[in-house]
């Protein structure tokens, strides 16, 4: 295997960790929504995911699995 086919490889795998690191992360994934829906609501006591599932069906699609990977 050449030099650039293994870096090439390398960088795919390094790429799709950190993707799926951060759409499992509620902060990274769902920030986006709680700026737009949730801003005002303080961090404590689940308020800001029950605000976030109260807008469930305006989510992210990343957002929304992220919110359904907490409930298991």
Do not use: E, H, W
Not at 19 to 26: E, I, T
Not at 37 to 59: S, T, V
Not at 60 to 66: F, H, N, Q, W
Request: proline letters at 3%; hydrophobic letters at 45%; glycine letters at 8%.
């Amino acid at each position: 295997m050449s030099k650039l086919s293994f870096v090439a490889i390398a960088f795919a795998v390094a790429f799709s960790g950190a993707a799926s690191a951060q759409s499992a992360d509620p902060r990274g994934a769902c920030k986006a929504d709680y700026d737009k829906f949730c801003a005002g609501i303080a961090p404590g006591g689940g308020k800001i995911i029950a605000c976030l599932n109260a807008k469930r069906d305006q989510l992210s699609a990343t957002c929304k699995t992220v919110l359904d990977s907490r409930k298991k």
